[in-house]
Antibody, heavy 116, light 106 residues
């Protein structure tokens, strides 16, 4: 049974960088893809991107120019970095584990507000 | 690929059969998942590949469809089924979700 926990600042200023970390406990094997998804009232659920254990990544084209997902296998963590944030990036951010095409286990989510 | 769910919300009685539809903007074969999100919680995967029940999920839930038109059904609505339900395709990247259907008890 895997558990995921998001952590990071809950408030980010406009134009700055949002940084979140997901810590994985339990099964963190190389079989899976590790994703970031966000949910805002205006846009519903939005897939941000994923990273495979191998380090391969894929991103949503709508965010690709601003997003980096990385991983630290020794710490069982993967991270999200989103640059040049605006109010439109205010959302609950989830990390999730699954195959490339689904999200089998989710973290509880963390609210990030972009405001000065 | 755009995913359109209907209705956006519905209200039904305990024991009712509830049906939600999801339409894809292009043929996605059967590359569709369904999720349940209860208030204050993260989504939970219920059905994968359009009609396959995830392990441990109640058999009250079912899915069908292929191509562009899909259906999610709760055969006998229970109070614990109060949630918002989302479809998600995986025909190609980016993975996208439907707008959700909020299910309430009358």
């Amino acid at each position: 049974q895997v558990q995921l926990q998001e952590s990071g600042p809950g408030l980010v200023k406009p134009s700055e960088t949002l940084s979140l970390t997901c810590t994985v406990s339990g099964d963190s094997s190389s079989l899976y893809y590790w994703s970031w998804i966000r949910q805002s009232p205006g846009k519903g659920l939005e897939w941000i991107g994923y990273i495979h254990y191998s380090g391969n990544t894929d991103y949503n084209p709508s965010l690709k120019s601003r997003v980096t997902i990385s991983r630290d296998t020794s710490k069982k963590q993967f991270s999200l970095r989103l640059t040049s944030v605006t109010a439109a990036d205010t959302a609950v951010y989830y990390c999730a584990k699954g195959n490339w095409n689904d999200f089998q286990s989710w973290g509880q989510g963390t609210l990030v507000t972009v405001s000065s | 690929i755009q995913m359109t769910q209907s209705p956006p919300s519905l209200s039904a009685s305990v024991g009712d059969r509830v049906t939600i539809t999801c339409q894809a903007s292009q043929d996605i074969k059967n590359y569709l998942n369904w999720y349940q999100q209860k208030p204050g919680e993260a989504p939970k995967l219920l059905i994968y590949e359009a009609s396959n029940l995830e392990t441990g999920v109640s058999s009250r839930f079912s899915g069908s469809g292929s191509g562009t038109d899909f259906t999610f059904t709760i055969t006998s609505l229970q109070p614990e089924d109060i949630a918002t339900y989302y479809c998600q395709h995986y025909d190609s990247l980016p993975l996208t979700f439907g707008g959700g259907t909020k299910v309430e008890i009358e």
